[in-house]
Structure formats: structure tokens, C-alpha cells
């Protein structure tokens, strides 16, 4: 896995408030609440320098990517997920923000101008459009056909509801309309900033066994795969065509003891059993090894049908390095 050798941090030596990177899509279980929090987690070699390699298997938002990558100096860094409308879009801010920019803004100067009916009206076409295209679709050569399904993926992140990315078990996207005002439907500065942190970076599709003949000693891994449902009612696993069940998670475990064998730096997120006050032990079961740490840190739950339900829980974040001072 060659990967070009160029400091992430710096974009166009521009620093100003535009220029900041961040997630240019709401996604189930993104970190930015978190970073603060996680930046404590952190490995002290990234801190120092010591590591120049970054790689994030469930790339998502890319919350944490965009934290590491502004504000620690690296060399490299890899981005992966499993999920092709994810990956080609990322590709696509990479490659061809400019032109993904103007078909935005005609998404946006229409659906805007729109009664609460048109653009119902407005998202169900899209959404049929998308699916229906993406029936035969080219996921592995790019072209100029990325550019309009980008444009889509984005379009139906900011207008449908929650800002849930769902699909079915045809891989159809399934997630119904969302009344907001004023949708943040383009965000040329954010798409722009963005495009030029992923210039120097790789963008994989695939599972993330993926990676293990590319990490080193001096790298950092991050992961965030989908978070185990700690109940019946919060599965939120159905971003690609497959679920990330049991099986899934363990096989995620032994990754995760064969990297640290190696040296590799490790981080991981998921939810608590322990939420619901049962005596769920399925990750120290799975994570228990003298090196490997486990932390429950405060967060708060952002997708949920009920809003009185969105409150403060526990996630887990699972470490295997020493933090002075945890």
C-alpha cells in the first residue's frame, strides 16, 4: 500500500478561519463532540512526532482525521471504509472539488427556493435517481460519472432525515425526507479546505483487514467501526449492504492483538454494554490482554427517533500504549 510522503498539516501554508478542515457530512457516531476528549487518548509518540503514518479503517465523517491531520505532523496518512458511495465521495472532494462545488450550488439555489412540498417532491427524485443508478454503477475507475453521485450523496446527507446514511439489503438508500429550514446543502469553504488536506492522502475501498501489511511501528490506527447496538432499538449498523454484527467485531479483536503484537499504535471506539446496567463484558472478553486498556468516557447519544432519548452515555475507547496520568 504506497502511500506519498507529504506533511498533512499544513494547507497552503493558509491558516485562516476557512481554511480549517472538517466532516463535509454528518454521519451516525461521528467524534466531533469527542475530540477534545479523545486528543487525551492519543499516543504520546504522535504528540511528539515519533509517528508519521495515520490510518483510519472506518473513515465515516472523518472527525478525527480531520483533528490529527491539522493539528499533528504527518507524513502520510490512509483512509478506508467499506462503504463505495463513502469512498467515491471522499475521492471526489479529493479530485474534483471545484466541479462537485457547482452542481451543489444548482442543488442547493433550487431546492431552497422551494415550498416544504417542492422539496419533499425535490428529495424523493433525487433519491430515486441515486438508487436507481447506482444499479450498474462503475465504483472502481473513476470518471466523470463520481462527480453528479458525489453530488447526490451529499445533497441527501444534508436534506434527509436525522442526517442518516441507510441503506437496505439491496443497497438501496432508504432514509425518508427531513423538514429543515435552511440545510446547509453547500459549504464551498469547507469543501475546498477539505479537498486540499485529502490531496496527499490515500483513499481505499475495503474491509479493514486491509491494513495490515501497511502498518509500521511508527504509525497510528484509529479505529470507529459501527458501534455494537446496546440494544434492541439502536442498531445503526446498515451503512453498507452487510451489518456489522458479532462475527464482524470479533474478527475486528483479533486484528486489533495481531497489529499490537507488531507495535502498531491502536485506538478504538465503541459503545458500553454497561449502559443498560447489565454485566455485558463482550469487549474486555474480546480486548483482554495486559497491554490493551480500556476507558469509558462521557458522550452523548445524537441519533435516536425520540429526542428525549438523546442524552449522556458511556463509549468505550480501547487503547494499547500507556497515557501518564489515566
Known amino acids: 500500500m504506497a502511500i506519498r510522503k507529504k506533511t498533512l498539516n499544513k494547507i497552503e501554508n493558509d491558516q485562516s478561519a476557512d481554511s480549517i478542515a472538517k466532516p463535509f457530512l454528518k454521519w451516525a457516531g461521528g467524534k466531533k463532540q469527542l475530540l477534545q476528549e479523545f486528543d487525551r487518548f492519543f499516543p504520546p509518540e504522535l504528540k511528539s512526532g515519533q509517528i508519521d503514518r495515520y490510518f483510519e479503517p472506518f473513515v465515516g465523517g472523518g472527525a478525527v482525521f480531520f483533528y490529527i491531520a491539522q493539528k499533528y505532523n504527518l507524513k502520510s496518512a490512509c483512509l478506508l471504509d467499506i462503504n463505495k458511495e463513502l469512498?467515491?465521495?471522499?475521492?471526489?472532494?479529493?479530485?474534483?472539488?471545484?466541479?462537485?462545488?457547482?452542481?451543489?450550488?444548482?442543488?442547493?439555489?433550487?431546492?431552497?427556493?422551494?415550498?416544504?412540498?417542492?422539496?419533499?417532491?425535490?428529495?424523493?427524485?433525487?433519491?430515486?435517481?441515486?438508487?436507481?443508478?447506482?444499479?450498474?454503477?462503475?465504483?472502481?475507475?473513476?470518471s466523470a460519472d463520481w462527480i453528479p453521485r458525489a453530488a447526490q450523496m451529499i445533497f441527501l446527507n444534508k436534506t434527509c432525515f436525522n442526517g442518516l446514511f441507510?441503506?437496505?439489503?439491496?443497497?438501496?438508500?432508504?432514509?425518508?425526507?427531513?423538514?429543515?429550514?435552511?440545510?446547509?446543502?453547500?459549504?464551498?469553504?469547507?469543501?475546498?479546505?477539505?479537498?486540499?488536506?485529502?490531496?496527499?492522502?490515500?483513499?481505499?475501498?475495503?474491509?479493514?483487514?486491509?491494513?495490515?501489511?501497511?502498518?509500521?511501528?511508527?504509525?497510528?490506527?484509529?479505529?470507529?467501526?459501527?458501534?455494537?447496538?446496546?440494544?434492541?432499538?439502536?442498531?445503526?449498523?446498515?451503512?453498507?449492504?452487510?451489518?456489522?454484527?458479532?462475527?464482524?467485531?470479533?474478527?475486528?479483536?483479533?486484528?486489533?492483538?495481531?497489529?499490537?503484537?507488531?507495535?502498531?499504535?491502536?485506538?478504538?471506539?465503541?459503545?458500553?454494554?454497561k449502559n443498560n446496567g447489565n454485566d455485558d463484558d463482550f469487549f474486555e472478553r474480546h480486548y483482554g490482554d495486559p497491554n490493551i486498556h480500556v476507558y469509558r468516557v462521557p458522550a452523548h447519544r445524537m441519533i435516536s427517533c425520540n429526542g428525549a432519548k438523546r442524552g449522556k452515555i458511556n463509549e468505550l475507547v480501547i487503547i494499547n500504549y500507556k497515557i501518564e496520568g489515566l
Open 87 to 142: 469512498i467515491l465521495t471522499y475521492d471526489v472532494v479529493k479530485r474534483d472539488a471545484e466541479n462537485l462545488v457547482e452542481l451543489l450550488r444548482e442543488d442547493a439555489e433550487e431546492y431552497l427556493s422551494l415550498s416544504e412540498d417542492g422539496r419533499k417532491e425535490y428529495y424523493y427524485k433525487v433519491r430515486y435517481d441515486y438508487n436507481k443508478m447506482g444499479r450498474n454503477f462503475d465504483y472502481k475507475d473513476y
Open 166 to 273: 441507510r441503506v437496505n439489503k439491496k443497497g438501496e438508500f432508504n432514509v425518508p425526507f427531513g423538514r429543515y429550514k435552511n440545510p446547509k446543502i453547500l459549504d464551498e469553504a469547507n469543501l475546498r479546505a477539505a479537498s486540499k488536506l485529502l490531496k496527499h492522502t490515500q483513499i481505499k475501498l475495503g474491509d479493514f483487514n486491509e491494513i495490515t501489511d501497511a502498518v509500521t511501528k511508527k504509525s497510528f490506527v484509529y479505529f470507529d467501526p459501527p458501534y455494537r447496538p446496546i440494544s434492541k432499538t439502536s442498531n445503526f449498523t446498515s451503512y453498507s449492504a452487510s451489518d456489522f454484527n458479532d462475527d464482524a467485531q470479533i474478527r475486528l479483536a483479533k486484528l486489533y492483538k495481531k497489529l499490537s503484537r507488531k507495535g502498531t499504535k491502536l485506538m478504538l471506539s465503541n459503545s458500553d454494554p
